[in-house]
Nanobody, 118 residues
């Protein structure tokens, strides 16, 4: 059984930085982050495989970095140069395969809120 618990959501100003964390149990191979803005569908943001390969959604490339501890029990999302359009609930997710698509998610965390506003 996979269990995912996020933390680190906060309110920040545009241009600021924030790091999200996710406590991971159950040894899923590929894990990542999915976000959902108000009134919009869930959007995959980033994914990391068991051997460290990564993929990013185009709008966050160069600004966000996904990583995990060697023990694979904690997942991180370092977010830099945050923009108002990054405002969303961010979910930690386990994927059935290394595919950056919500259709491949089989476990979800409860979500943590990120608000980017001046």
């Amino acid at each position: 059984q996979v269990n995912l618990v996020e933390s680190g959501g906060d309110s920040v100003q545009p241009g600021g930085s924030l790091t999200l964390s996710c406590a991971v149990s159950g040894w899923p191979d590929s894990v990542g982050w999915v976000r959902q803005a108000p009134g919009k569908e869930r959007e995959p943001v980033a994914i990391i495989s068991a051997d460290g390969l990564t993929k990013y959604e185009d709008s966050v490339k160069g600004r966000f970095t996904i990583s995990r501890t060697n023990a694979r029990n904690t997942l991180f999302l370092q977010m830099n140069n945050l923009k108002p359009e990054d405002t969303a609930t961010y979910y930690c997710a386990a994927f059935r395969a290394f595919v950056l698509s919500t259709g491949w998610v089989n476990y979800w965390g409860q979500g943590t809120q990120v608000t980017v506003s001046s």
